[in-house]
């Protein structure tokens, strides 16, 4: 890593702890003035907001041209995932502009194909999910234009998917769940919310081991 990421990393580090270090000094200096009812309500935000950080951490791909960003997540794919370099360097600016358009960390975008799909764009389940993203076509083709089968339209369904659903969730660990069993799995049916979870944690391993590559 080069100096100016060096820097740019600590940077992001110091703001997102200072902002968190504000956050808990404002919420336990207002729990004097709340009833006790809310005091859960006052630490389950700040235990969102710790967990938030934790999953998707702080990431040096918010600066720079496309092209950049997506030559170092490339980089990372290839050493993290043993994808070969020409579906890395293919992917990858699909990657940075999907996530960049409906704000999702890319890092964990590229974690979540890993988990999906493995990068093999011709992966097909046998609940009918096609591409690195495993869409349902059944499912998602009236909002999600194109062949999803193709890998631009389906990785931007796929992102527009999971940031839906974090918007739903509140949290991007719940999101992934959502996004492996539905929002209706997971809140009606015990096994599959257990399996949702597991899908998460698996997530947000790939997620660590991208991180730890670049």
Not at 30 to 41: A, C, D, M, W
Not at 55 to 64: D, I, L, Q, R
Not at 133 to 153: K, M
Request: aromatic residues 12%; contains cysteine.
């Amino acid at each position: 890593m080069t100096r100016s990421a060096q820097t740019t990393s600590i940077t992001s580090i110091k703001f997102y702890f200072g902002f968190l270090t504000l956050l808990i000094t404002y919420h336990l200096s207002s729990l004097r003035l709340k009833p006790p009812s809310v005091h859960f309500f006052s630490f389950k935000s700040i235990a969102i907001v710790i967990t938030t950080l934790a999953f998707t951490g702080c990431t040096s791909f918010n600066g720079g041209s496309v092209a950049k960003r997506s030559a170092k997540l490339s980089t990372g794919i290839q050493k993290a995932y043993a994808v070969a370099p020409d579906t890395a360097n293919r992917v990858s600016p699909m990657i940075i502009q999907s996530a960049e358009k409906y704000a999702v960390d890319p890092l964990l975008l590229a974690a979540m194909i890993r988990q999906e799909s493995s990068y093999r764009n011709y992966a097909i389940s046998p609940a009918g999910a096609v591409g690195l993203t495993q869409v349902i076509p059944r499912y998602w083709q009236q909002i999600c234009p194109g062949d999803l089968s193709d890998e631009y339209h389906n990785i931007n369904c796929g992102t527009y998917i999971l940031a839906s659903y974090n918007n739903k969730a509140g949290s991007w660990p719940k999101a992934l769940a959502y996004y492996n069993v539905g929002p209706t799995g997971y809140n009606s049916n015990l096994k599959m919310k257990k399996q949702g979870e597991k899908y998460a944690r698996q997530v947000k391993q790939h997620h660590t081991t991208l991180k730890d590559a670049l």
